[in-house]
C-alpha cells in the first residue's frame, strides 16, 4: 500500500503513450483526451527529489483546477473533468512552442538579470532605479522556449516571430489572454492577502482554436508574496515572505544542495517530508481559502487508477 504516488505506470484503453514530466504523468488516450495525474514527487534545483510528499499533488491539481474553472469566462482551458482529487482530465491540444511568462515584480531570474546589469528581459525595457520585488509599473511578459530537455531559455516576442514559432495574429491573443488571467490572479490573490508576483501560462490549439493548458496559478508555476507587511519589507530592504515552494530550496541549500555535479540530496527522514506535506496543504488553503479535505491515502495508486477507468468507462459509454 502506498500513501504516496512516485511513478505511475498504468494501461488504459485507447492509450498512445505515457509522458512522465518532472512531476506529471500524462497519458494520452486516442488523440483524443489527455490524463493528467499530478505526482507526489518534489523537484527542486531541477532535480527529482528521492521521496514524495503525501497530498502534494493533491493540492496543485485543485489548486489549478479551481483556477482554470475561475478564468474559464478570459479563455477556454483543456479541462474536462477532476475525476480523482490528484487527476485532471482534458482534450488534447497541440502546445505553442512558447511559455507565456508575465511578471508584476522584480522578481527571482529578472531580479538576477537586473542585478548584473541588464535593463532588458526578452525584449522588454526594465525601468533604472529599481529594487528587488518592486513592483513593476506595468507587468512584463518575458517568454520562454519550451526545452525538451534541460533549461527554458529567455527569448523576444521578435523571436518568436521571426521564427515563426507562433504566428502573428495568435501571438497577439496569447498575449491578451496573458494579461488577463493574470489580473484575474492578482484580484483572487489580494482578496487572500496575498501578491500574484510572477507566474506562466502555456497555451494550445486544438480544432484552430487556442485553449490555456497545463496548470495555473499553483505555487509550482507562480510565485506569491504575502501582502501584509510588504511595503514596510520593501522600506527595510528585508526579503518578502513568499508563499511558494522556497523553504524546501533553503532546506537543500543549508545541507549543502544545489543541484550541482558531484552533490549528493540529503536524506529525507520522515519529519522533513511531513512537514513538507503540512507547508503544501497550508499552501492550499492561504491560496484558495477553502478547507482542504484530505483524500484516502491508504492505498493512492490504487485509488486514481479506479477513479480514472470509471470515468473513461463512462466517458466513452
Given at each position: 500500500?502506498?500513501?504516496?504516488?512516485?511513478?505511475?505506470?498504468?494501461?488504459?484503453?485507447?492509450?498512445?503513450?505515457?509522458?512522465?514530466?518532472?512531476?506529471?504523468?500524462?497519458?494520452?488516450?486516442?488523440?483524443?483526451?489527455?490524463?493528467?495525474?499530478?505526482?507526489?514527487?518534489?523537484?527542486?534545483?531541477?532535480?527529482?527529489?528521492?521521496?514524495?510528499?503525501?497530498?502534494?499533488?493533491?493540492?496543485?491539481?485543485?489548486?489549478a483546477a479551481k483556477f482554470l474553472d475561475d478564468t474559464a469566462?478570459?479563455?477556454?482551458?483543456?479541462?474536462?473533468?477532476?475525476?480523482?482529487?490528484?487527476?485532471?482530465?482534458?482534450?488534447?491540444?497541440?502546445?505553442?512552442?512558447?511559455?507565456?511568462?508575465?511578471?508584476?515584480?522584480?522578481?527571482?531570474?529578472?531580479?538576477?538579470?537586473?542585478?548584473?546589469?541588464?535593463?532588458?528581459?526578452?525584449?522588454?525595457?526594465?525601468?533604472?532605479?529599481?529594487?528587488?520585488?518592486?513592483?513593476?509599473?506595468?507587468?512584463?511578459?518575458?517568454?520562454?522556449?519550451?526545452?525538451?530537455?534541460?533549461?527554458?531559455?529567455?527569448?523576444?516576442?521578435?523571436?518568436?516571430?521571426?521564427?515563426?514559432?507562433?504566428?502573428?495574429?495568435?501571438?497577439?491573443?496569447?498575449?491578451?489572454?496573458?494579461?488577463?488571467?493574470?489580473?484575474?490572479?492578482?484580484?483572487?490573490?489580494?482578496?487572500?492577502?496575498?501578491?500574484?508576483?510572477?507566474?506562466?501560462?502555456?497555451?494550445?490549439?486544438?480544432?484552430?482554436?487556442?485553449?490555456?493548458?497545463?496548470?495555473?496559478?499553483?505555487?509550482?508555476?507562480?510565485?506569491?508574496?504575502?501582502?501584509?507587511?510588504?511595503?514596510?519589507?520593501?522600506?527595510?530592504?528585508?526579503?518578502?515572505?513568499?508563499?511558494?515552494?522556497?523553504?524546501?530550496?533553503?532546506?537543500?541549500?543549508?545541507?549543502?544542495?544545489?543541484?550541482?555535479?558531484?552533490?549528493?540530496?540529503?536524506?529525507?527522514?520522515?519529519?522533513?517530508v511531513n512537514s513538507v506535506s503540512e507547508r503544501y496543504i497550508?499552501?492550499?488553503?492561504?491560496?484558495?481559502?477553502?478547507?482542504?479535505?484530505?483524500?484516502?491515502?491508504?492505498?493512492?495508486?490504487?485509488?486514481?487508477?479506479?477513479?480514472?477507468?470509471?470515468?473513461?468507462?463512462?466517458?466513452?459509454?
Amino acid at each position: 500500500m502506498q500513501n504516496a504516488i512516485t511513478r505511475t505506470n498504468f494501461e488504459f484503453p485507447g492509450q498512445q503513450n505515457l509522458y512522465v514530466g518532472k512531476v506529471r504523468d500524462v497519458y494520452n488516450i486516442k488523440d483524443e483526451l489527455l490524463i493528467m495525474v499530478t505526482s507526489d514527487r518534489i523537484s527542486a534545483f531541477d532535480v527529482v527529489l528521492p521521496r514524495a510528499i503525501p497530498y502534494k499533488g493533491q493540492v496543485l491539481n485543485q489548486i489549478a483546477a479551481k483556477f482554470l474553472d475561475d478564468t474559464a469566462d478570459i479563455v477556454p482551458n483543456w479541462k474536462i473533468a477532476v475525476p480523482d482529487p490528484m487527476v485532471t482530465v482534458g482534450r488534447l491540444c497541440e502546445p505553442f512552442k512558447v511559455e507565456m511568462v508575465i511578471r508584476g515584480y522584480l522578481s527571482g531570474h529578472a531580479w538576477r538579470e537586473y542585478k548584473s546589469g541588464k535593463r532588458s528581459l526578452c525584449g522588454v525595457t526594465m525601468p533604472e532605479g529599481m529594487k528587488e520585488n518592486d513592483k513593476f509599473p506595468e507587468p512584463i511578459i518575458t517568454p520562454t522556449t519550451k526545452a525538451a530537455v534541460g533549461h527554458d531559455e529567455d527569448i523576444s516576442k521578435e523571436e518568436i516571430l521571426s521564427l515563426g514559432l507562433v504566428d502573428k495574429d495568435d501571438y497577439e491573443l496569447l498575449e491578451k489572454y496573458t494579461r488577463a488571467i493574470f489580473q484575474r490572479g492578482t484580484e483572487i490573490a489580494a482578496k487572500m492577502g496575498l501578491i500574484l508576483v510572477d507566474t506562466k501560462y502555456e497555451f494550445g490549439k486544438a480544432n484552430g482554436e487556442i485553449y490555456l493548458i497545463d496548470e495555473i496559478h499553483t505555487p509550482d508555476s507562480s510565485r506569491y508574496f504575502y501582502k501584509e507587511g510588504y511595503e514596510t519589507r520593501q522600506l527595510k530592504g528585508e526579503p518578502q515572505k513568499q508563499l511558494s515552494k522556497e523553504f524546501v530550496r533553503e532546506w537543500l541549500m543549508a545541507n549543502g544542495f544545489q543541484g550541482k555535479e558531484g552533490q549528493q540530496v540529503p536524506f529525507m527522514n520522515d519529519e522533513f517530508v511531513n512537514s513538507v506535506s503540512e507547508r503544501y496543504i497550508e499552501l492550499f488553503e492561504n491560496i484558495t481559502g477553502e478547507k482542504f479535505e484530505r483524500a484516502d491515502v491508504s492505498d493512492v495508486p490504487s485509488r486514481v487508477e479506479s477513479n480514472i477507468r470509471k470515468f473513461l468507462q463512462a466517458y466513452y459509454r
